[in-house]
């Protein structure tokens, strides 16, 4: 079994020689190339982060499309395709791979290629090379959001305990609790002894409660089980079944085993999942710029 799922160029051959002997469907090919390279249940049922298509049969399209780009295949009706002459004469020299490389000798694929902003043939051979676009995209947004996370918890961590609650109320109404900022604003106020600097409303009515605990740390210095230990004395106090205990930092892994064993339901947030939540949710940070990304519509063309 293979460690991780073949790229995109990896299964250009092979999709060409699926399609040698005749007419195949695109999902009966996956099947197949699933099949021949191995791969286990979880690397077959793995899903783009749209949920539509799944890893391994998204990378098989991108290789059918750009073997039709180049020639090298014909698209002869929905989902179905097979290999022209060009592919044939292709197959007979015996290539041990068909990359993007390998593809620009085809003057249909450079000017495809050309057409869509594509230049040197470097930018095929560096080092996202095999990852297919939207998945360069989607590698693109998540660095993008890494920097965006360390950004966030620095001016976090350099401004006021203040400012800190104020991120964790707008942080908590943004995900639907404590109705209004105001609102949650006024119960995060009302508390500051006993362990809990906070209390938000988990309803519109205040029928249940979450009790906060907010540590604005630097990194390194870690919240430890005897912090996890006094909020839920003082949960405990209060007659709270459930608290949140956010930090800017991090918790050690007995503060982590401590949360686990208490007879209160304790969430733990540390600085990297705070910083993803606040993306998440909009807080500290808004949207720059929105990207489409649209498919050819196969019923359009059916009807």
Known sequence: MPETIPSFQTLMLPVLRDAEAGEVRISETVERLADSFGLSADQRALRVPSGQQTVFGNRVTWAKSYLAKAGLIDLTRRAYFQVNDRGRAVLASAPDKIDLAFLRQFPEFRISRSATGDTPLQNDENVGSELTPDETIRRARDQIEADLSLLLLSRIQSASPAFFEGVVIRLLTAMGYGGSVADAGRALGQSGDGGVDGV???????????????????????????AIRDFFGALDQFKASKGVFVTTSSFTAAARQTAEGLSKRIVLIDGPQLAVLLIRFGVGCRVEETISIKRLDEDFFES
Do not use: H, S, T
């Open 200 to 226: 938000i409303d988990e309803d519109a009515l205040g029928l249940d409660r979450i009790y906060v605990q907010a540590k604005r740390y630097r990194d390194g210095n870690a919240v430890g089980a005897g």
